[in-house]
């Protein structure tokens, strides 16, 4: 849970991923557009860190150059102690084992026309670790373990709701016996009355196999659920960084307490009486972000400072990272 | 204009499709009312039926609709008796209009977001290009949007100033009542609670009623007087907002509470298990049934509606 009694799995250092912009016949580099601008973080073996922002923040992004699925402009990504930047070729397929994605949409990250045995296969067939009729009796266990029947195998994805579908992208994730789990907005896509049934699925997974998530989320109140800690990310930066409980009591960034205040609670009597601030404006572009600190021309507090220097990411209390000029 | 008790009435209204696979019951037989400067929020998971119900009222019908029938009164006047033409002169967009689910991504790429707000009342107010910008620029001070955006694209804009966009081309002709199809629900949190504010801003403002339909429950509580919950294509609990979000009375409606995840609460969010049943052959009795934690021998026959200090609950636990 805290940073004295557990081993790092995963160590990223001033990661940036930058996406060129080509404008005119010669096609010259003009700009580019910088999705994920310079993060460092841990993550813990076997803990669950959240990773929250607005869309277009980065964090899908984040997630992808994690996994090698981007070749990061620069930075450094250290899996199990192994730098994944300087991997190459065969050791890199065989890392990527160990590390696995479940996606956003349960409704399009299916290929409609495999069959589920197919899709929850195809890794095992990818990565040569089982053949022939071997291959059947993971996919069989595999399902099983997503409470899913077995039966379901021969079955097409159209067939399932999204809860279902959900749950074999899930199974199709675990069947390479990952450590490392990236998951991206697994449940926004999900009515509310099932979300609460994946997430208990993923938390009984995690305990079973000793998985270790990176959860990536917009939706504040789930995040809170499931993560240990939570990680708060705005136009590619991260803002803080903070065991949950203590993110949650004590916010310190103005951009954390103002999405704190945002999220609506589904009673009008509590509602009305809480104290909210509403940012206005938009999320700069990525390409063209403001100089000094990335929140200051939304932030309420902002002082002549922060438009001059980039707030240093820190550790203002054991544990509660924080990137911003005007926090002691 | 007399003023009628309220300002839109609902009375048993039915719409099925027709499929290969048979007849989608997707709408079957809704009640409800709503007064005047009231927003009532309609809420069920997807596939309940309730954008089919957004449809049904605003008579936007595909081609396969095997039955309509039932009566929309609005201010007095009962709209299914008018023919296509007079619905399309009299009531849509005069009388009520529409924001669409996914609005933001609904506006036309290649017209001036001014162009498109200003155009429904060039078709239904029978205002020329350059007086329907007037209304238009109005409707923009009124959502938030500034003035010189008018000569913008699409494309230009934000999500959620593509939103405002959409809610301004529903104010243009001033109708008494807005259908909202899932208004927030593509945008982030912070985008979403200015939007609801612009919402609440413009029901204090001019008056308007809203019927907002969402799978969102914590966002809606935001802007809802009186909810209806909706299951597998009926109304299973009306009520007003306040008792409702302490109080739900209808099993689904309380297992739907319970499954929202909250920022500040310890214990973790409840989910119901199972899927709601196929509208092509609902089955009999009630509907929620195969689901419902509370079920007993009588929920095998159709479930009355009983009316309980002003709220009305489906069920047969309060028989």
Redesign the interface.
Known sequence: MNANNNEVLLRVEDLKMHFPIYRGVFQRQVGAVRAVDGITFDVYRGETLGLVG??GCGKSTAGRTILQLYKPTSGNVHFEGVDLVRLKGEEMRRMRRKMQMIFQDPYASLNPRMTVGQLVGEPLMVHNVASGAEIAERVAHLLEVVNLNPAFATRYPHEF??GQRQRIGVARALALNPSFIICDEPISAL???????V??LLEDLQEQFNLTYLFIA?????V??ISKRVAVMYLGVFVELADRDEL?ANPLHPYTQ???S????????A?AKRK?T???G??PSPANPPSGCRFRTRCPIAQPQCAESRPEFREVQPGHFVACHLVN | MSKHEKLLQIKNLTLHFRTQKGDVQAVDGVDFELDYNRAVVILGESGCGKSSLAKAILRLLPRNVSKYSGSIIFEGNDVMQLSDEEYRQNVRWVAMSLVPQAAMNALNPVIRVGDQVAEPAVVHLGLSKTEALQPALKMFRHVGVPDDFIDRYPFELSGGMRQRVAIAMALVTSPGLIILDEPTSALDVLTQANIFNVLKRIKQELGTSFILITHDIATSSELADDVAVMYAGQIVEVSDARRFFIEPLHPYSQKLMASVPRLRQEHDPDFITGQPPSLLNPPKGCRFAARCPKRFEKCSEEPPVIEQDGRKVKCWLYA
Do not use: K, T
């Open positions: 607005e869309s709701s999204g009515d509310v009355s099932i979300q609460a049934q997430v208990n917009h939706d504040l109140s789930m809170r659920h949650y103002a999405l704190l945002a999220v609506p609670i589904p009673d009008p009597i509602d909210r509403i940012l206005e938009d999320v």
